[in-house]
């Protein structure tokens, strides 16, 4: 069955960089664009990155473009998403999810901004 | 604040029927389709809704999408205990070049 699975959350300064993964299963990697979407504390879901199938082309929101670069290993089936000069409005739970809107989603890893 | 609006909150008794909408624009759900999403804290996101009403293998028919301009709703029938979570709409916008979600509808049964 299809199986994302996030990792590399933690607690970081104001500035500070992290890199988020997320390892995929179930399924062809290679075949499918992804997505990185966020939900801060209290609040709705905001779409990070989205990269396609091959990882030419990229999508970034104003929010984090920049700052944030989405990348992939189609061999080893991962999704990376590297994550610098962190804001504090950048704490979130960071998903990745299959497709653009996403039909299948990991639990999720808890990045905290805070000094 | 989030691009698709949805009501905060709404609430139904076990059986009963209810209906969460969700508000955009032409340039996201006029011009593409939409999901829907189920989600309980700690979990994944479960998709219930997409292509405005098509449901995935293994979600009820007691779920139902229906899509009319730059609107969209999700309609609950036979309303169960489980069915309590909060629902996300979604769909892609296409001068943002993502897709956006709503701020999502918390629904308590009685």
């Known amino acids: 069955q299809v199986q994302l699975v996030e990792s590399g959350g933690g607690l970081v300064k104001p500035g500070g960089s992290l890199r988020l993964s997320c390892a995929a299963s179930g399924f062809t990697f290679s075949d499918y664009y992804m997505s990185w979407i966020r939900q801060a504390p209290g609040k709705g879901l905001e779409w990070v990155s989205y990269i396609s199938s091959s990882g030419t082309t990229i999508y970034y929101p104003d929010s984090v473009r920049g700052r944030f670069t989405v990348s992939r290993d189609n061999a080893k089936n991962f999704l990376y998403l590297q994550m610098n000069s962190l804001r504090v409005e950048d704490t979130a739970v960071y998903f990745c999810?299959?497709?653009?809107?996403?039909?299948?989603w990991g639990r999720g890893t808890l990045v905290t901004v805070s000094s | 604040q989030s691009v698709l609006t949805q009501p905060p909150s709404a609430s139904g008794t076990p059986g009963q029927r209810v209906t969460l909408s969700c508000s955009g624009s032409?340039?996201?759900?006029?011009?593409?389709?939409v999901n829907w999403y189920q989600h309980l804290p700690g979990t994944a996101p479960k998709l219930l809704i997409y292509?405005?009403?098509q449901r995935p293998s293994g979600v009820p028919d007691r779920f139902s999408g229906s899509k009319s301009g730059t609107s969209a709703s999700l309609a609950i029938s036979g309303l169960q205990s489980e069915d309590e979570a909060v629902y996300y709409c979604a769909a892609w916008d296409d001068s943002l070049n993502g897709p956006v979600f709503g701020g999502g509808t918390k629904l308590t049964v009685l």
């Open positions: 032409s340039f996201n759900i006029e011009s593409n389709t």
């Open positions: 999810a299959r497709k653009g809107l996403g039909d299948y």
């Open positions: 292509s405005n009403h």
